[in-house]
């Protein structure tokens, strides 16, 4: 099994804030995936980043491929209630996605 | 309408029970896999397919099984149920081609709940 640790576990935070999280392993991943999945819902993708040191930017969200390609972070600035939700990262080695356990974001008003 | 559709959304059963979580994929791909979500565990691996002809076990597949009946359709299912398998479960689909890198696509998941 390739472990994917996240921290924090939860995080409640003030609108306005910025904040990251954090997926670390010491596995070595062809492909990270960061989704975003809401009560009642499936996860949904956010981004996929393949090479080491690999910056992405969504908007307020920017997500980075650690440069060995073993860890990966996730930073929101300036959170709105509408990022609450829970933030898993998945690695992707041989055919295979390996989950994170997540991180539970609550951004309060 | 949703790409993948995932019946029923919540069934509550007793322990013993057989039961099958199907799955419905439009979004053509070949690759589908079945996940479980326990709270703090992120989601695990159960099985996955590739093709209408490949079944894989992940890494949690003891006490269930698969079918893939078509390339759109892949259930699960649980032969005897127990509590410890109360969980959340996912099916996904994926379509490694050039330029992509197989992102997955959910369904929305079925509540179980084994008494």
């Known amino acids: 099994t390739q472990l994917l640790e996240q921290s924090p576990q939860f995080l409640s935070i003030q609108e306005g804030e910025n904040l990251t999280v954090y997926c670390n392993s010491s596995s070595v991943f062809s492909s990270l995936q960061w989704y975003r999945q809401e009560p009642g819902e499936g996860p949904v993708l956010l981004v996929t980043v393949v090479t080491g040191g690999e910056v992405k930017k969504l908007k307020r969200l920017t997500f980075q491929f650690g440069d060995a390609r073993k860890d990966s972070s996730l930073h929101i600035t300036a959170a709105q209630t509408g990022d609450t939700g829970l933030y898993l990262c998945?690695?992707?080695?041989?055919?295979?996605?390996?989950f994170g356990s997540g991180t539970k974001l609550n951004v309060k008003p | 309408d949703a790409d993948v559709t995932q019946t029923p959304r919540n069934r509550i059963t007793k322990t013993g029970k057989r039961i099958m979580l199907e799955c419905s994929q439009t979004?053509?791909?070949?690759?589908m896999y079945w996940y479980r979500q326990d709270p703090g565990l992120g989601l695990r691996l159960i099985y996955y397919?590739?093709?209408?002809?490949?079944?894989n076990k992940g890494e949690i597949s003891d006490g269930y099984s698969v079918s893939r009946q078509a390339q759109a359709k892949f259930s699960l299912s649980l032969e005897s149920a127990i509590p410890n398998q109360t969980a959340l479960y996912f099916c996904a689909t994926s379509d490694l081609q050039y330029g992509t890198h197989n992102e997955q696509f959910f369904g929305p998941g079925t509540r179980l709940t084994v008494l």
């Open positions: 998945a690695g992707y080695n041989f055919n295979k996605f390996y």
């Open positions: 397919s590739f093709d209408v002809k490949d079944i």
């Open positions: 979004k053509g791909h070949d690759r």
